[in-house]
């Protein structure tokens, strides 16, 4: 990746997610060069090792400490040594919900790189995966950080579906990828189509409602941002909802923007 095609990197940025792991590419003029995902598992952890390896600086956040510990060995077996997000790096981001601690990097992470989209305005920040999370973020004001305020976490599409079918004698395992070519309609004609229907109204009628009540506390300039496996899937159910009454900003990196930023700020 440091051809004339393309030019050298000087950051790989990884989130290690309960599902899925990805890791960015930055060059050296601060661009993405690349984004490639794996499986968030022990097997996975090598790869993931040898694509970071490309660059001199590598940053980690993760909610999966077992496949942080793979990574570190597997890095080091390449002479490479990462920086992890708020132990390393720590992000200039008051975290308000106690304790801090436990909040997950990807939420601060998001957070960071939505103000790094605005640092103006307040932000309500989506995160799509395993599990939905719905983050309400200040920015700074004059002589203080901004603030990761709380927000609120429910079970993601993927849950969803997993939950209906075991919990029932007759309805079948569906995987997540099937959002993919189901598009969203509120009749479903088939058992498949009104559960995958069904758990899209199900989470854009969550996330709408989520919305409006941290828009209501944070004022009406505040901007929505969603990132996360299962956004793709879920703007046009939330657009046909009555999400065109703000602005949904899909930013499907936002984490990765948001570990580039703290370690631009940290240098």
């Not at 990574?71 to 975290?95: H, S, Y």
């Not at 973020?137 to 997993?162: D, S």
């Not at 990828?177 to 109204?201: C, H, W, Y």
């Not at 409602?209 to 828009?215: A, H, L, P, V």
């Amino acid at each position: 990746m440091s051809d004339a095609t393309h030019p050298p990197v000087d950051l790989v940025t990884i989130n290690i997610g309960n599902t899925h792991t990805s890791a960015t590419a930055w060059t050296f003029a601060n661009d993405l060069a690349e984004t490639i995902e794996w499986p968030s598992n022990f097997r996975s952890m090598t790869a993931v090792a040898t694509f970071a390896a490309i660059a001199p600086k590598i940053v980690v956040a993760s909610v999966v400490k077992q496949c942080s510990n793979k990574l570190i060995n597997d890095l080091a077996t390449l002479g490479m040594k990462p920086q992890f997000f708020r132990i390393d790096i720590v992000p200039k981001i008051e975290v308000l919900p106690v304790p801090a601690e436990r909040v997950g990097d990807d939420r601060i992470a998001a957070a960071l790189g939505a103000l790094d989209l605005d640092d103006a305005c307040p932000w309500i920040v989506i995160d799509a995966g395993t599990a939905v999370t719905c983050n309400a973020v200040i920015p700074a004001k004059p002589g203080n950080q901004p603030q990761f305020v709380g927000g609120v976490i429910f079970p993601g599409a993927a849950l969803c579906l997993k939950s209906l079918h075991q919990g029932t004698a007759q309805l079948p395992e569906l995987k997540s990828s099937s959002f993919d070519k189901s598009g969203f309609d509120f009749i479903g004609r088939s058992t498949e189509q009104a559960m995958l229907f069904g758990v899209l109204a199900q989470q854009t009628a969550a996330i709408l409602s989520i919305i409006e009540g941290q828009r209501a506390m944070l004022g009406a300039n505040a901007r929505v941002a969603i990132t996360g496996g299962g956004a793709g899937f879920l703007i046009e159910a939330l657009r046909r909802s009555g999400g065109t009454k703000f602005d949904i900003v899909y930013q499907p990196t936002l984490i990765h923007r948001g570990l580039q930023a703290a370690w631009k700020a940290s240098k």
